[in-house]
């Protein structure tokens, strides 16, 4: 199994996520977030992933 890094990290809760070495974005609602998120997926060439606890994570695949 091959293990993908996480790029970045986006969230609208700050206190409950250690980014531990990716970049942490903190947004200030759901429409945000996926903003964030899909551009930067983009930008990344990356793929975006919804946690569905308010948090998104871009993984390179």
């Not at 790029?7 to 970049?23: E, F, Q, R, S």
């Amino acid at each position: 199994m091959d293990i993908k890094p996480i790029l970045a990290i986006i969230t609208m809760h700050k206190d409950k996520v250690n980014a531990g070495g990716a970049p942490l974005f903190i947004t200030e609602n759901k429409e945000e977030l996926q903003t964030v998120a899909f551009k930067l997926e983009k930008i990344l060439d990356a793929m975006a992933h919804d946690l569905e606890n308010g948090t998104m994570i871009i993984v390179k695949h």
